[in-house]
């Protein structure tokens, strides 16, 4: 997204003047691909604070046996768990909406998915080649604990919540502050306040059912049954998960602060020489980026991260309510007011994570 305006600065000369607010940011590029994310919270040392569930890295030439051994990794349970019925979530490196998702007992099972993904990526000719390119590696899929007991509704069935961050940087590398003013801080970091869910098409069987069969996809992929929003749903209204999941979001982003502020100021840095190599003469852009994030829910309101999507497109207009639509387009509307601003919105639906982290 890119948002330019032109203002008359004098109605007599008809100059004009240039700001550029581009959503070019590249403040989340180190959590936008799924083993990114595992590795930047390993970088930040952030494993004691259980972000997300346990994950672990498989590259896909690798032998998954001498890896993850004979048992799948899962999430710290309140109870001791059987073995036999432990079950994790292999994820796919470039799988999206859903896809890509695959519900996994023992090291054979992912061995057997991951090879049939090697055999099929090695015979499409210039595929490795193009996917070095753009990611500059070939990305590693991700084993990750599955979330139990997670939160259900509507009669046993899952759902994963969408919160948008908002990072803005403020130029401070790139202009001198005037006498008197104080130096800004390198970004601000902005939660959007109306969180929305996205729920599973059907009810989650029995355990004792479930766990003898093949897991049935569409009581676990919780993506294209309903989207709504977090404060319209019956069952969730009195839990406080707006609290407790802006709280979660800002003390996360907190930890990931420093790796954050990194990419932005070499970026910055790249800016400034291409702009002096210039003569000065580049509008130099507000640079911000949007992030959704995919967040599970325990039984006891226990939040984890499941995935970062750095630009994040809105669904097909026909897959969704009015009032969903309508939610986009408001999601929207504040996201200019902010950028253009670099201040909370007049609507009040974004709140700064240090005033979450403060109350």
Known sequence: MKIEVVSNNNNNTGQMTLKAFHGTSQAFDGLDD???????????????MDISPPSQLINWYEECKNLVGDSPTRAPAPAPVDPSTCIAVLKEPM???????????????????IEKNRKEATSEEGFLDKLI???????????QAEVKPCLLIR???????RTYVVCVETNVLLTEPLDGEEEEDLIKMFIYNRHE???ASKPVPASEEEESGERDRDA???????????????????RNLNTKVESFVAKAFDALLPDIERRVAMSASVLDEENDNSGGCMVLPHKFAIAGLDLMVTEDDRVYLLEVNVNPSAPPP???QPGYQSHV?????DLMELVTTKTVSTSDNFYSTQAVLQR
């Open 220 to 238: 676990h992929i919780t993506e294209t049954y309903d989207r709504k929003l977090l404060q319209d749903e019956p069952e969730l209204i009195n």
């Open 133 to 143: 390119a753009e990611k500059g590696r070939i990305p590693s899929w991700v084993l």
């Open 155 to 161: 009669d046993r069935r899952k759902f994963h919540i």
């Open 95 to 113: 799988g999206s909406r859903g896809t890509g998702v695959y519900f996994v007992r023992d090291s054979d099972e992912i061995h057997a998915i």
């Open 329 to 333: 387009t408001g999601f929207l509307h």
């Open 197 to 199: 869910i996205r729920i």
């Open 34 to 48: 799924k083993d990114e994310l595992a590795r930047t919270l390993r970088r930040c040392r952030c494993e004691h």
């Open 318 to 320: 026909e897959t969704v």
